[in-house]
């Protein structure tokens, strides 16, 4: 059976609402994080997740291949969209917006000031200019949603799912105040039932 690893409330969850959303046949594991001796090492080598390891023990990695992947093993779901449409490619345009410019150019130093650094002096410094960078990343977000509740589509697709997981991270660290539509994005991102059903699973109720 395929399985998807995870860490409870880590960029996984994405992953884990859409296995929820379409209802997949796919098993969930939680792995231990930043463990370098975890047995999962020898199933992915950085210890990252997301991961989904397929039937034929082939590896898949990141949510920008991953979200994507789950989302066409139920061809015609409205969480994505046809191979060569423009949509598709929007929907692709906002998961790799949401790695590079919030996970990663935001998240990261705000989470691990320590890879950009070895002075630990300069870590507040890291992350004030950090939570800066996230605010001028979520802008563009926040016009667009402003004007709809979904950011392709008028609907739920797997870049909604990938969003929703860094607005809550936004909301934690106090930076969604000056944002009503993400505020708004937010409520209805927690209030679906898979995201209802993944916090449960994550033990994050
Ligand atoms: N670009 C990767 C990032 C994966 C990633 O950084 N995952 C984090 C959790 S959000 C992780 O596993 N961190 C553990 C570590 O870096 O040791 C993706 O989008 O899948």
């Known amino acids: 059976m395929t399985t998807l690893f995870i860490f409870p409330g880590a960029c996984s969850f994405a992953a884990h609402v859409v296995i929820h959303e379409l209802q997949l046949p796919i098993s969930v594991e939680r792995v231990t994080f930043g463990d370098p001796d975890s047995p999962y ?12 390891l397929l039937d034929n023990k082939t590896l898949l990695t990141e949510n920008t ?12 779901t409205e969480l994505f969209a046809p191979a060569g449409s423009v949509e598709r490619a ?21 989470n691990r000031p320590e890879r950009y650094s070895a002075d630990e002096a300069a870590f ?15 802008k563009p977000i926040e016009a667009h949603l402003a004007q709809a509740d979904y950011l392709i589509g008028n ?21 969604l105040g000056d944002f009503p539509a993400l505020q708004a994005a937010l409520g209805r991102f927690r ?7 993944t916090l449960a699973a994550e033990g994050l109720a």
């Open 191 to 197: 209030a679906r039932e898979s995201v209802v059903q």
């Open 41 to 52: 090492r020898q199933i992915n080598p950085t210890g990252r997740v997301p991961a989904l």
């Open 155 to 175: 609907r739920f697709t797997v870049a909604d799912a990938y969003l929703g997981v860094f607005l809550g991270w936004s909301a934690r660290v106090g930076v």
């Open 124 to 138: 507040p410094g890291i992350r004030e200019r950090a939570l800066q960078q996230l605010a001028n990343a979520l």
């Open 90 to 110: 929007q929907i692709q345009g906002w998961l790799g917006y949401v790695a590079t410019e919030v996970h990663v150019a935001a998240f990261r130093p705000i």
């Open 65 to 76: 291949a991953i979200l994507p992947y789950l989302a066409d093993l139920k061809p015609g």
